[in-house]
């Protein structure tokens, strides 16, 4: 089974301390995501990566960045946070190709910014 | 930009009753679709993947149509039961990344 892990469960950080949230696949996928999921109005695109130190930006990447230095790895990181981005983050691993890459996801990270 | 709409956003049944849970869908460019299902504070499990040169995918009691000239799919879930009370999520994938619809949370009742 493809497992996808997350460093942490919940996070509770400050505003404006800077914030790292790791991502680990154990399928040698070549894709991977992060989304964030809020109430109303669903998962949308962060970031993305199809290989290591290659990123995508998805739909709402301002005040965030990636990293990605080895292939099993997906780091995304807050420079800077703030309260707007109390969210779920979620991870997510598939594939390369577009046909039948299915995508697996992590279990999530609730952040919260006070 | 692709819209993927749920309808319904909640449902509630008695135990033992089909399921039946829609997706649409507005550009049906698509390379395929995939339901997922959401416990609360969790992630997303993966149910199906309905590639787009399929009509239909199966899995146990779990059962998913497409019909993508239509830019539609349906999501089955035969004699369900209260541990099939979730929110389901349908996406599609038409490029390398998947739009989803916001959901529809059922609730079955024992």
């Known amino acids: 089974d493809v497992k996808v892990t997350q460093s942490s469960r919940y996070l509770v950080k400050r505003t404006g301390e800077k914030v790292f949230l790791e991502c680990v696949q154990d399928m040698d996928h070549e894709n991977m995501f992060w989304y964030r999921q809020d109430p109303g109005l669903g998962l949308r695109l962060i970031y993305f990566?199809?290989?290591?130190?290659?990123?995508e930006k998805g739909d709402i990447p301002e005040g965030y960045s990636v990293s990605r230095e080895k292939k099993e790895r997906f780091s995304l990181i807050l420079e800077s946070a703030s309260t707007n981005q109390t969210s779920m983050y979620l991870c997510a691993s598939s594939t390369a190709g577009t046909s039948k890459n299915e995508q697996f996801f992590g279990p999530g990270t609730r952040l919260t910014v006070l | 930009k692709q819209e993927v709409t749920q309808i319904p956003a909640a449902l509630s049944v008695p135990e033992g009753e089909n399921l039946v849970l829609n997706c649409s869908f507005t550009d049906s460019a698509i390379y395929n679709l995939q339901w997922f299902r959401q416990d609360p504070g969790k992630g997303l499990t993966s149910l199906l993947l309905?590639?787009?040169?399929?009509r239909e995918q199966t899995s146990g009691r779990l059962n998913a149509s497409l019909d993508k000239s239509s830019g539609r799919s349906t999501l089955y879930i035969a004699a369900s039961q209260p541990g099939d009370s979730a929110t389901y999520l349908c996406?599609?994938?038409?490029?390398?990344?998947?739009?989803f619809g916001a959901g529809t949370t059922v609730t079955v009742r024992a």
């Open positions: 996406a599609v994938n038409d490029d390398y990344k998947l739009s």
């Open positions: 309905i590639q787009s040169s399929q």
């Open positions: 990566s199809y290989d290591v130190k290659m990123k």
